[in-house]
């Protein structure tokens, strides 16, 4: 692994802070000072909403991305994304990180884009890319349902092909930023009978309010609206919005291009977290005696070292693809120490708090990390559960057996 920066690539990291110290809204400066960021989807969730300087906000952002063609770094130039490197890919997501910047584009740019591009038709590409980019459409991913989440391919949902339309009746579940998206993509079953990996088929909803979907909330444990369950009923969609092959649609919905896996962004939010935690121990005479006087002061000195283990797992990564070669266990073992480093370092930062931690409120001191330990408990579950996580690290990465 190289740590330094190439003179490209200096220059590129130079590029990308001079934009976020110029264009990024002062309002997510402020959040980032606050709490150390945007929560995940706070750019979707300001795009829908009430408050007229969330949306300007939002918008501001979005255009200061897509001056440069930023909004999707990862997709090819020639459907008006980046064309970036996985090292440039990489510059660009650990400075917005160190700024606390939200990322744009949702779903959409993440994941349906990159299906389009390797398995849509070309009237599905100049439909649904260009609305992606300039943020026409915000997309929701239906995938999980109530008895089909770490075995996706048990999904239950069914579509039913009636003339030119599909009928879809079922449920989902855990669909992130539903209530603020303008249309879902979703996995279904076209056909009972076939294998469970072989019947399912991947279609688009372009309209999230067609008749027929209710999207009821879910609020988790602290008490934000992120998730939501969704219902189907009779939902009539045009057969022409099938991607890919009928009953193929498995191998439709795992695509993603070849884009920067390193999560670095994980690796900076922690260390920025723990970093604030310090400055604040040292601001209050009372909290840096309780340190001193307990092992607490050695528990947060594991908790940077494992920040600095996740920087260079980060470094692992991309070094690999930057080679030309495909994290695969790797990718996994990032995601696992990250998540479940996240657990470790809210629950360390309220034991330095004590009591006061178990105020769930930002705005209370030693509040916001009681918040923060609640939102990262669903951390280790999504993405694939840390046990998903584990048997891919065993079989891929150490060939032990499957059973």
Known sequence: MDWNDTPAQAAFRNRVRQLIATRLPARYREMAEARGGPGERQWEFDRKSDDPAARAAASEWHG???????????????????????????????????????????????????????????????????????????????????????????????????????????????????????????????????????????????DINTPGITVRPLVNMAGRHYFNEVFFEDVRIPARNLVGEENRGWYVGMTLLDFERSNIGGAVSARRTLDRLIAEIRADADLGARVRSGPLRDEIARRYVETEVMFQYSFRIISMQNAGEIPNYEASTAKLFNSELAQRIAQTAASVYGLKANVVDEGEPGGRYGSMYVDTVPATIRGGTSEVQRNVIATRGLGLPRS
């Open 64 to 206: 200061a991305l897509a001056a440069n063609h930023w909004v999707a770094p990862q997709w090819p130039a020639e459907y008006g994304g980046g064309g970036l490197s996985s090292m440039e890919q990489f510059v660009l997501n650990q400075e917005l990180a160190r700024a606390g910047a939200p990322g744009v584009g949702g779903s959409g740019v993440s994941l349906l884009g990159p299906t389009l591009i390797v398995h849509g038709t070309e009237e599905q590409k100049r439909q649904y890319l260009p609305s992606i980019l300039n943020a026409g459409t915000v997309w929701a991913q239906g995938y999980s349902e109530p008895g089909a989440g770490s075995d996706l391919a048990g999904l239950q949902t069914r579509a039913v092909r009636d003339g030119d339309d599909f009928v879809i009746n079922g449920q989902k579940i855990w669909t992130s930023g539903a209530h603020a998206a303008d249309a879902l993509f979703c996995l279904v079953r076209t056909d009972p009978a076939a294998p469970k990996h072989r019947g399912i088929s991947f279609l688009l909803i372009e």
